[in-house]
Nanobody, 126 residues
Framework: QVQVLESGGDSVQAGGSLTLVCTVS????????MGWFRQVPGYEREGVAAACTSGGRPVYADSVKGRFTVNRDNAKKTLTLEMNRLKPDDTGMYYCAADSRYLATGLLQTQRFQYWGQGTQVVVSS
């Protein structure tokens, strides 16, 4: 079965940096999309950044543009999220998701993704 694994979550002070890594295994598809999402208790899960094997540039939520960067490795099927200038509002459980249905639109929508990891926690203190 497809496996999604996140790593890199930690506690960091505001203004600091953190890198999250998502690795997808048992995923025999040549075309795919992957995304990072985050959730705070009591709120709906929101898209942070996502990318596909091809078909366009990565997409980012407005709240993280200019601070976060995703790096895709098509061969290794990994999606790295580099987070810089972190803010307390960035605190949350970060989830990685993958979708074998190659669609370069709606990449920040949770509903279109098929496979999800367990999440990795990010805490940003002021």
């Amino acid at each position: 079965q497809v496996q999604v694994l996140e790593s890199g979550g930690d506690s960091v002070q505001a203004g600091g940096s953190l890198t999250l890594v998502c690795t997808v295994s048992r995923f025999p598809f040549s075309e795919w999309c992957m995304g990072w999402f985050r959730q705070v208790p009591g709120y709906e899960r929101e898209g942070v950044a996502a990318a596909c094997t091809s078909g366009g540039r990565p997409v980012y939520a407005d709240s993280v543009k200019g601070r976060f960067t995703v790096n895709r490795d098509n061969a290794k099927k990994t999606l790295t999220l580099e987070m810089n200038r972190l803010k307390p509002d960035d605190t949350g459980m970060y989830y990685c998701a993958a979708d074998s249905r190659y669609l370069a639109t709606g990449l920040l929508q949770t509903q279109r993704f098929q496979y999800w990891g367990q999440g990795t926690q990010v805490v940003v203190s002021s």
